[in-house]
């Protein structure tokens, strides 16, 4: 059994009498201490994806699997244990709480678990501990998406979901947060599934997932990642 797993998964939405099939089917699965790119454009469906496998959505049939737990039966209290405890979440816009330091923002994530890394430890390795006592106002774009991907690191998930994480950043930032990301995954064992539009990210993933209108067209391993360094877009 792989560590992820989606089998036939539907989701629907309804407008009136209209049905909308944001994922059709959608079959997949990935190993775990992968970092995996799941490729599609605007409207293909890799949302409504990433917010089912993260706890933020249900699906309206099919099964999802993460280290055996069918995530897709669960109620919603279960749901809400399991967003908790079991999942890192970066989005592209970087959700941090204004009126708490750097610190006491990845401090916060960190008192929501059993089992939490330590925030001060996970602030160096991001490269912030200089910068723990500043308020996100005075950290730059990069900072703060460092900030926020430590926040999510913080709770030692077992999946870490990432929303265009470089989207709102310059060329070089975005780099940099790439690095990090991938050096979560081969230092910590951490499953890292990046969603985007970037076609570029696909050469330093150990998996490429495309999907298209909420299918599934391909699910490729790739044995020879190439280095962040080498990237271009």
């Not at 989606?6 to 992968?34: M, N, Q, R, W």
């Not at 049939?61 to 979440?89: C, H, M, P, W």
């Amino acid at each position: 059994m792989s560590y992820i797993e989606f089998k036939d998964v539907k989701k629907i939405y309804k407008t009136g009498d209209v049905e909308v099939h944001a994922l059709d089917g959608t079959d997949f699965s990935i190993e775990k201490g992968e970092l995996c790119v799941i490729l599609g454009q605007s409207g293909a469906g890799k949302t409504t994806l990433l917010n089912i496998l993260g706890g933020m959505d249900t699906l309206t049939s099919g099964t999802v699997l993460l280290d055996g737990q069918e995530i897709s039966s669960f109620r919603e209290k279960e749901l809400a244990n399991y967003r908790r405890s079991d999942v890192g979440f970066v989005f592209q816009f970087y959700n941090l709480i204004p009126n708490l330091t750097a610190i006491e923002n990845v401090e916060m994530a960190s008192q929501l678990v059993k089992d939490p890394m330590d925030p001060e430890e996970i602030l160096e390795d991001v490269g912030l501990s200089d910068r723990k006592k500043n308020f996100p106002a005075q950290l730059s774009g990069g900072e703060q998406q460092r900030v926020a991907i430590a926040r999510a690191v913080a709770k030692n998930p077992k999946l870490l979901l990432c929303d265009e994480p470089t989207g709102a950043l310059d060329y070089q930032t975005g780099k940099s947060i790439l690095r990090l990301l991938a050096r979560l995954c081969t230092e910590r064992n951490m499953t890292v599934v990046i969603i985007t539009h970037n076609s570029t990210l696909a050469a330093m993933a150990n998996r490429v997932i495309r999907i298209k209108n909420g299918k599934i067209i391909s699910n490729e391993v790739n044995e020879d990642p190439r280095s962040i360094e080498e990237l271009e877009w």
